[in-house]
């Protein structure tokens, strides 16, 4: 059996190692980093898992068609119907508002004066 000697008065056996102290500006550093990189990877998660993208959206409700929109500012007088008339094309202008509400969640045909609004072009 070997026996190890230890010099006199370099280690203190009576005080457990404390690992890293931080200060108050370390704290918060490690947490404002820590705070960031988890932004940063829900960021990448949601751009993954197509958040926001048209053609993932049209997948997920089964619809085959994707559709691209045009965005006009609502000008004073002008009613949902009058816009779907000029945008119908000779198509079907009922349809084309039904579309209009559902495409910028309105509730009713009611519109005001400077509202942008979102109208599918097919």
Do not use: H
């Amino acid at each position: 059996m070997s026996t190890a000697t230890f010099p006199a008065g370099t280690y203190n056996f009576d005080r457990p190692s404390a690992g890293v102290c931080l200060t108050r500006r370390g704290r918060l550093a490690r947490t404002l980093l820590v705070l960031s990189l988890s932004i940063v990877l829900g960021a990448g998660f949601a751009m993954k898992a197509g958040a926001g993208d048209p053609l993932s959206a049209a997948k997920i409700n089964g619809s085959s068609d994707v559709k691209s929109y045009v965005v006009v500012t609502v000008a004073a007088g002008e009613t949902l119907w009058s816009l779907a008339s000029q945008m119908a094309d000779g198509g079907d202008v009922q349809t084309l508002v039904a579309d209009i509400a559902s495409a910028n969640s309105l509730n009713g045909v009611d519109v005001e004066a400077g509202q942008k609004l979102r109208i599918p072009v097919k």
